[in-house]
């Protein structure tokens, strides 16, 4: 009997040291034989979301070159996304803010989330140069207040701004304002009238009913590039009069009403 138990001991323990060199061995093992096919055994949303929207996660690396082992074999799997992306401003935010706005499975379907500027203008510097050269309400809030939810978006200006006028739209803002720097008035040369006169009533009103050829023309014709401007009547018109009726009356407005309504003389 005693003999018999000891056989079956030494079976046990034969056993256990094989169980032991198994576990040992297994790490290596396991990352000797684990492919990206393995993968979706388990996982089926993350390959799901790199073939539709993986980027150069889907083309340039598989999973295996990110996730080098499997838990329990090592405690984390997850790399560092500065592992790989360096050598811009952006690449040395915190590594741990990048899955802020950033999902590795889908790195360029950008979500904005938080209070965010330092991040946004790592890359958008331009945008920001703009908007501490002219301070305005907008340089006091965060950028993705406006550019919300998701990377690319815009908020319609008339989602915070009333209108000039009743007859503006939101798309006309952008002609005469610059987001980033709204305060700093500029217009092209096409500018329609309609919009001028949102604010300058008075002045289209009179343009409108003017015999001259200045009723024919566009307010940005004088009113050139940025506003405030005006241009000067002689840029036009030289010295039209007798050089007696210019050396009396050197300002055109002494004799004329205003150049929306020339004929009407003082």
């Not at 040291?17 to 055994?41: E, G, H, Y």
């Not at 790399?79 to 790989?84: E, G, I, K, R, T």
């Not at 950028?143 to 009333?162: E, K, P, V």
């Amino acid at each position: 009997m005693r003999r018999h138990n000891s056989i079956h001991q030494l079976i046990l323990a034969g056993l256990f040291f094989s169980f032991l060199l198994l576990a040992a061995t297994s790490s290596s093992l396991f990352a000797s034989t684990l492919v990206v096919d393995d993968c979706i055994k388990c996982h089926t949303l993350e390959p799901k979301q790199i073939a539709e929207d993986g980027a150069a996660h889907q083309s340039a690396i598989s999973c295996i070159d990110c996730h080098t082992n499997h838990r329990p074999a090592i405690n984390n799997n997850i790399p560092l996304c500065a592992d790989c992306h360096a050598g811009t401003e952006h690449y040395a935010l915190s590594a741990s803010s990048c899955s802020n706005c950033h999902n590795p499975h889908q790195p360029l379907k950008i979500t904005l989330s938080g209070e965010l500027k330092s991040e946004c203008i790592t890359c958008h510097a331009t945008q920001n140069t703009e908007m501490v050269a002219n301070p305005s309400a907008h340089a006091e809030v965060s950028c993705n207040f406006c550019h919300a939810g998701t990377h690319g978006s815009t908020l319609d200006c008339l989602s915070c701004h009333q209108p000039h006028s009743a007859t503006m739209a939101g798309t006309d803002c952008a002609t005469c304002h610059a987001a980033h720097q709204p305060t700093l008035l500029a217009y092209p040369t096409t500018t329609a009238n309609a919009l001028c006169g949102s604010c300058h009533e008075v002045a289209l009103t009179q343009l409108q009913a003017s015999s001259t050829r200045h009723g024919e023309m566009s307010c940005a014709s004088c009113h050139s590039d940025q506003h405030p401007s005006t241009a000067s009547c002689a840029d036009c018109h030289g010295t039209p009069h007798a050089a007696g009726i210019h050396s009396k009356f050197p300002r055109c407005m002494d004799c004329h009403n205003t150049a929306h309504d020339l004929n009407n003389l003082k």
